[in-house]
């Protein structure tokens, strides 16, 4: 079983590219069978989520050339299966975004309910509730969701509660629906607007993408098209991090520093210093860390998907922070390995109060999920001595080269499979 081992104790200091955004590449590759016609999506991030998408798109039919690591072009035309149940499917939450895909374009649809990191409950009532509102008949059975209809009507959507997943599920769907479709209280995650613009961009007639009432008026068809992934600004964050937690200097580059807004705030408050440019931010943490309070929010909020990262990071700061987490009731599993480090946190409900300690200590965690995992990599790259960070599958279902990149920022980390390669590590950088 692969292992990251890390020597902690030095500062990340240099550049590192930010890879496209898996999040809003999920479901851009879900949107690019919704044509005949080819659709070339660049900027694809080469993680194990993606490539699992990829490999569903072509066990359902559809034609895929990837052309490089980061590019793939899809052709819709060839597919021959409306059941989505691909070995691995099940493993990814974005699956589900077939469903609205197929939908749209076949008015028929059947998909494995999604699996992804336990981080807590993801229900579906308001992808069913939208596709309900469209005209589509929907059952869950056997692990399946299916929907079908004899056509598809636009209609007035109102999302009880803000989900990137549903806002962009009914989206897809009601882009080749009959009339008009408003979604109000729509999420307004960047991820949202990138898979607006590739609709619009296969001829899809949709506005008010990255507002909370979204406009779509259904046309006929889509048609091919060439699109670029935004750059991931979970990916971006998390370096942003890493050089708070080892008092670093980092230059993020290939990223919009707009989506990072919230977390450049909270670093801010913690102590760093952080300078905007056009496609990057540079973090500098020459100063002690300081205490702060956090609440993870739906976009422009503080995102979920940063919160075990900046944890980690208060953590080792000065004085008693509080991390408020309202967005999954799941995410403070890696709280116990944290403390398994040194960290002095105590969980209550859905409240995380951080009593900052002077420095973490080497140790051997595992990985709850993705988030969690890079958290622990970034307190064991803060760490006294040698972490050993297990299940690392999470870690690489949504991060690219993530070892690699952190040690071309000086970090000594190495992936390793066996004793041996653990052991060889450890005498090489001791």
Not at 45 to 55: E, T
Not at 340 to 354: D, F, H, L, P, T
Not at 359 to 377: F, H, I, N, S
Request: proline content about 3%.
């Amino acid at each position: 079983m692969e292992q990251f081992v890390v020597h902690g104790g030095n500062p990340l200091v240099g550049e590192v590219e930010i890879s496209g955004a898996k999040n809003a590449a999920l479901a851009i590759l879900a949107a690019a069978i919704m044509t005949d016609e080819t659709v070339v999506i660049e900027n694809l991030p080469d993680v194990r989520d993606i490539n699992i998408m990829l490999d569903a798109l072509s066990d359902i039919g559809a034609h895929v050339d990837r052309i490089d690591r980061h590019t793939a072009k899809i052709n819709g035309s060839t597919i021959r299966s409306l059941s989505v149940d691909y070995e691995y499917i099940r493993k990814i939450r974005a699956s589900y975004y077939l469903l609205g895909a197929l939908l749209g374009k076949f008015k028929e649809a059947e998909v494995a309910l999604p699996g992804g990191c336990v981080i807590g409950s993801r229900p579906i009532d308001l992808h069913v509730k939208g596709f309900k509102s469209l005209g589509a008949n929907v059952e869950i059975s056997f692990g399946l969701i299916s929907a079908k209809a004899d056509k598809l009507v636009g209609n007035h959507i109102y999302m009880d509660k803000v989900s990137v997943g549903a806002t962009i599920n009914v989206m897809m769907a009601a882009a080749l629906a009959e009339g008009k479709t408003i979604i109000e209280n729509a999420a307004k995650e960047p991820h949202v607007v990138d898979v607006a613009n590739l609709l619009n961009a296969m001829g899809a007639n949709i506005r008010g993408a990255g507002t909370d009432v979204i406009r779509i008026v259904g046309v006929e068809k889509l048609h091919g098209a060439e699109y670029s992934v935004i750059p991931d600004q979970i990916e971006a964050g998390t370096f942003m991090c890493a050089a708070a937690a080892t008092k670093g200097d980092i230059l993020v580059k290939n990223v919009i520093p707009k989506h990072l807004e919230a977390t450049s705030a909270k670093l801010i408050e913690a102590g760093c210093s952080i300078e905007e440019f056009d496609d990057a931010v540079r973090v500098v943490a020459n100063k002690p860390l300081t205490s702060t309070s956090v609440t993870t929010l739906p976009y422009p909020g503080y995102p979920t998907d940063m919160q075990p990262q900046i944890t980690a990071v208060l953590a080792i700061a000065n004085g008693t922070s509080v991390v408020t987490e309202s967005i999954f009731e799941n995410r403070f599993k890696y709280i116990d390995e944290l403390n398994r480090m040194g960290s002095n946190i105590q969980v209550e409900g859905n409240v995380a109060i951080v009593k900052g300690v002077e420095k973490y200590t080497g140790a051997e965690v595992c990985a709850p999920d993705l988030r969690a995992g890079a958290a622990l990599v970034i307190a064991g790259l803060a760490a006294e001595g040698f972490t050993i960070v297990d299940d690392i599958h999470f870690i690489q279902r949504g991060y690219e080269n993530f070892e690699v990149k952190l040690a071309g920022l000086g970090a000594e980390i190495a992936k390793v499979s066996s004793d041996k390669e653990l052991t060889k590590f450890m005498m090489k950088v001791s």
